[in-house]
């Protein structure tokens, strides 16, 4: 996400945001209760963060959930949640 001058970049190794100048010179990183981020939009001085989730139950060969695989509520709603930050890092929403 670009937030005025600066790029937000979602950094899977650590489940953090890193923020860079557009000359890529890293300028801090911002941790929280997000898990791996997938997807970040800005809108209205507000940053959005989605979280990925691999542990959504895999589908077979036909598309169906694959019913050998137990999905417990928790895997399920793991990587649904939206964060709603400020671009400094604060949470505001979840």
Known sequence: AVVGKELY????????????????????????????????????????????????PHLDENGEVDESEEVTAERYLAGTRVFVLTPEGDQLQV
Not at 34 to 42: D, G, I, N, S
Not at 45 to 56: F, K, Q, V
């Open 9 to 56: 970049v979602g950094h899977e190794p650590d489940c953090s945001i890193r923020v860079f100048s557009f000359t890529g010179e890293p300028l801090r990183q911002i941790t929280g209760a997000f898990r791996v981020p997938h997807v970040l939009r800005y809108f209205m001085r507000r940053l959005y963060l989605l979280e990925y989730n691999d542990e959504l």
